[in-house]
């Protein structure tokens, strides 16, 4: 009896993505939903898998099915004790399996209202940006740090023997003999067959009766064609370097994406342990969204109370110092960062800035000053969120009593009316970060440029 | 004294190699199996979790509901609450045994006893499988069906495609002929046919044929076209009359069905199949033993697997999920060797034909002739409805309690043997639900009706099923659950046609 074993461990694996995807492109309604509600229970750099349960309906597959809790109908059981014939048994409550099992084997958790299973990071993080959008990015060229790429680029002449390609090269190779009548090897034969066949006559008679002078004179025409055309076959070699052609690669320059994001903080005594997990997440967020979105991400880390300093991730998050709040000093240090080491040409800047809005009054204007002539001509989007008092309501976008605003609140609020890459938003707890998240960067986002030109429009109509 | 095959834990291809042909001289020589040729492939754990999602055949059209079960499997396997299949055996000339790359040689060693000997030769011998499946042309029809629907995709695309698979697979229980026996299949042949025909068909078109007025017979004809027997395939019904389907959706419909018929006969022998796998890699275990081909330690390991694998737990323990098909096979088998060897006085009442025979071809026997239902009905033996303690319940809907009808005692045998081997007819697996009547003229309402065996009715299901059915059908379906000629519950759909799947 023949067998065959084969290991088939290097085959690829993995055949059942393309049917996950379908799956889950099936299940997105719940999965976005849930995804969303409970993205503030888990950190955003967990690396690894994510396990998601979600409601079934739209993902049943439905079939016919006895009822086993119905008709009249006698069934077995394994492992009886003590029972004897006429007992009575309770029958388990509605729901509950317990032992009545026939002709209901589910498969695959089938029954059960939530279907739970494990999505990886990718697919995690595609679900939480999907729909979101970078404002004004824009492809820079770095060209002090060029990146190359080669692409094909035609054929040449010279190369190394592993790029000949062969299919030009026999190309030429026939065009060539073409043009200088490379005799073929059927001619050659054919005159070879006709002296033989002339030969055969003049064999058939005998010299005496016919001398056949004809065909003598004809065989030594043939004889000289041939010769003729076999030097010519030598002389005409079948490929000669001239021919040979060879793939080409050329290098392009390669435009390359990158952005640079200020992280600003507060770090002053106002700014609790609760506000600085706010703004880390929401930090994290922006961090990760960029990621994906260019190919390189600097991240500048700067807190401030009175002065300013540039820290590692570490100190960023967990500095304990206090003292006063002097939000120009964060802004203008940002400034000379992004002076001197991210050329505008370069870098996509982003600065996000999270602070509990407190500020000596006498920094506002330096801040504005600041703000409109240095920062928000360079930067892309300007993010400010401001972390709200554990006990103050959140007020909606823009339309909170006055009073309650921050100065810093304020002097945003104006300055988003000229400057609609700046936005700001007040936060008070972990679930509001992704609506808030999602509301700076949503595709139709609240953005005013998106409503200035609405605006342009129906005035164009009228 | 002979060297055993090895000593470590660690298997190699030349110590594969060495076991089968080990396991192979048993099989063949000693328990005169009658084999495909095997074909044993060494696959990692992830594509093992792959061969799962697709029922185990290797290559399977795309569908969303493949992955779902993916998923689902995935997760419990990284979480550890199960763990994998130590095989994957296919029905297919070379038959495909899948040997995980994890196991270790003892378990490879029972991997390649239980799938390529004893499943492979129930493959090959059971009156079932020979007459409902062909062997040796399934993997050649998977292709064909896996790119016909990947054409569908590109062409028609993906979502109307999925829809007609979801509502095919949602009536796949009942894309079966369960007494017709299909014709085998032959991909090339009927491809070409079928792709000929429509071309044929398309070429000659000519509207004009249309205006031509119609001759008395073919008014008659038309007239005639009606509703004749009840049909219970329910796929091949709509495949066939369905007024909306398309030539490719109809083609999927039956692909789905072809698949369904496919797996027909292993519903009806899970049992059989099982136990006759597990009773050979058992019988070929201990005999290589015997042999000194093996060392205790990999016996105790092997105890180890058979055991796990053989887990029955009682009726009220917790776990309890019906009976284990491999328990109740195994047990039946090895009990069909013990009457033959060592019969006792009941016994030779119960079984006059083989009590004391030969039990090699008494199991080969019941192997080539007999299906789950019709094996328990056969073979169940007193011994074992006394060592597995079998009891009948009654359950009816109206009372609170079940009322237990017999426990094994000398009167209760017969009838516990009756009841266990109905619980394995196809009409306790899958609802009897048939095609009463399709009105072809007007309405073209579509008529289920199911047979309720024992006043069972169906499950919530039903009604979401129906919408499927309709989404094939184009028109108003409606079902009826009859027991007993009475009517004892009805579904339908709406009425308003839909013309086309969109």
């Not at chain 1, 120009?328 to 996509?348: H, P």
């Not at chain 2, 066939?240 to 490719?248: A, E, G, R, Y």
């Amino acid at each position: 009896m023949s067998k065959y074993i084969i290991d088939r461990r290097k085959n690829p694996k993995g055949k059942s993505l393309s049917n996950r995807q379908r799956f889950i492109r099936r299940a997105k309604k719940h999965l976005t939903e849930r995804i969303h509600k409970n993205i503030v229970k888990r950190s955003i750099t967990d690396k690894g898998e994510e396990s998601i349960s979600i409601p079934t309906d739209g993902i049943q597959e439905p079939s016919f099915n006895n009822d086993g809790k119905t008709g009249d109908y006698d069934f077995v059981l394994p492992g009886n004790q003590d029972f004897i014939k006429g007992d009575t048994i309770e029958k388990p409550p509605a729901g509950g399996g317990g032992g009545a099992g026939q002709g209901e084997a589910s498969d695959s958790g089938g029954g059960e209202d939530e279907f739970q299973f494990s999505l990886t990071r990718d697919e995690y993080l595609d679900i939480v940006f999907e729909d979101l959008e970078l404002p004004n990015l824009e492809e820079k060229n770095k060209e002090n740090v060029t990146v190359w790429e080669t692409h094909r680029s035609g054929y040449t002449t010279v190369g190394s023997p592993s790029q000949l390609n062969i299919e030009q090269s026999m190309i030429r190779s026939l065009g060539r003999r073409i043009a200088l009548k490379f005799p073929k090897r059927k001619e050659i034969d054919k005159c070879e067959k006709e002296i033989e066949r002339l030969e055969k006559e003049i064999k058939h008679y005998k010299e005496e009766i016919k001398p056949m002078t004809k065909n003598r004179a004809e065989i030594e025409e043939l004889k000289l064609k041939i010769e003729r055309l076999r030097k010519r076959h030598k002389a005409i070699p079948f490929i000669d370097p001239i021919d040979l052609r060879f793939n080409n690669f050329a290098k392009y320059p390669k435009p390359t994406s990158s952005a640079v994001m200020v992280c600003i903080m507060d770090v002053s005594a106002s700014m609790g342990e609760r506000e600085k997990e706010l703004s880390k997440r929401f930090f994290l967020l922006l961090y990760l969204f960029l990621e994906r979105k260019y190919e390189n991400v600097d991240v500048i880390f700067i807190r401030h109370h009175t002065e300013a300093i540039e820290c590692s991730e570490e100190e960023f998050f967990q500095s304990k110092e206090t003292g006063g709040t002097v939000v120009s000093s964060g802004l203008l240090l940002a400034n000379t960062i992004l002076k001197e080491r991210y050329s505008q040409a370069e870098w996509n800047a982003y600065i996000a800035q999270a602070s509990d809005g407190d500020n000596f009054m006498s920094d506002i204007p330096i801040l504005e000053e600041t703000l409109v002539k240095h920062i928000l001509p360079v930067v892309k989007f300007y993010t400010y969120v401001e972390i709200a008092g554990m006990y103050e309501q959140t007020r909606g976008f823009w339309s909170a009593a006055a009073h309650a605003h921050t100065g810093m609140w304020k002097l945003y609020d104006s300055l988003h009316k000229q400057w609609p890459n700046l936005v700001s938003k007040k936060v008070k707890e972990a679930g509001e970060i992704i609506p808030v998240f999602r509301e700076f960067f949503s595709k139709s986002s609240t953005i005013s440029s998106m409503n200035s030109t609405v605006v342009d429009e129906t005035e164009d109509n009228e | 004294m002979t060297t055993p095959l090895y000593t470590g834990a660690d298997w190699s291809f030349p110590l594969l190699d060495e076991v089968y042909n080990a396991c192979e001289d048993i099989a063949l020589n000693d328990l005169n199996l009658n084999v495909y040729p095997n074909q044993l492939e060494v696959i990692s754990s992830e594509q093992m979790l792959d061969a799962y999602a697709s029922s185990g055949l290797p290559l399977y059209y795309k569908h969303w509901s493949f992955g779902k079960q993916f998923s689902a499997e995935e997760q419990n396997y990284r979480k550890g609450y199960t763990g994998l299949a130590y095989e994957i055996v296919i029905n297919s000339n070379p038959c495909i045994n899948y040997l995980m790359e994890e196991n270790s040689i003892t378990t490879q060693t029972t991997v390649i006893a239980h799938a390529a000997f004893g499943h492979n030769h129930f493959f090959k011998n059971n009156y079932l499988f020979r007459q409902w499946t062909d062997a040796s042309h399934i993997i050649d029809y998977l292709v064909f069906a896996k790119n016909y629907i990947m054409e569908c995709e590109e062409r028609h695309g993906q979502r109307i495609v999925e829809q007609v698979l979801d509502s095919c697979h949602a009536l796949s229980k009942h894309g079966i002929s369960k007494y017709k026996r299909p014709i085998k299949l032959n991909v090339y042949e009927e491809r070409e046919q079928a792709t000929e025909r429509r071309q044929y068909l398309r070429q000659i078109y000519n509207d004009l044929w249309r205006t031509l007025p119609k001759t008395k017979k073919q008014k008659e004809k038309k007239k005639n076209v009606a509703f004749s027997d009840p049909e219970e395939n329910i796929l091949y019904f709509i495949e066939k009359n369905s007024p909306i389907l398309t030539d490719w959706q109809r083609e999927l419909v039956r692909i789905v069905r072809k698949i369904s018929q496919y797996f027909y006969p292993q519903y009806q022998t899970k049992v059989m199949n099982e136990g006759w796998a597990t009773f050979s890699h058992h019988y070929i275990m201990n005999t290589l033993h015997d042999k000194g081909l093996l060392t205790d330690g990999a016996m105790l390991e092997f105890f180890h697997t058979h055991s796990g694998v053989m887990y029955q737990p009682t009726f009220d323990q917790k776990g309890y999920n019906g009976f284990n098909p491999y328990y109740l096979g195994f047990e039946m088998f090895k009990d069909i060797k013990r009457v033959c060897e060592e019969p006792t006085a009941e016994d030779k009442e119960w079984f006059p034909d083989f009590a004391g025979g030969d039990w090699r071809q008494t199991c080969l026997y019941a192997v080539e002739n007999f299906r789950d239902e019709s094996f328990i009905r056969q073979f169940l033996s007193p011994t074992l409805i006394r060592k597995m303690h079998l009891f009948t319940l009654n359950n009816n809907t109206n009372a609170n309690h079940y009322i237990v009808k017999d426990i094994h005692n000398s009167r209760g045998y017969k009838s516990i043997r009756e009841v266990l081997a109905n619980m394995y007819s196809i009409s306790s697996m899958i609802p009897d639900i048939e095609v009463a009547d399709a009105a072809f003229t007007s309405g073209r309402q579509l008529s289920l009706r199911h047979n309720a065996t024992n006043g069972k009715a169906l499950t919530e299901d039903a009604q979401e099923v129906l919408t499927h059915v309709k989404r094939l059908w184009g028109y108003q379906v409606k079902l009826q659950s009859v027991s007993e000629g009475a009517i004892i519950k009805s579904y339908q759909t709406d009425s308003i046609p839909q013309l086309e799947i969109e």
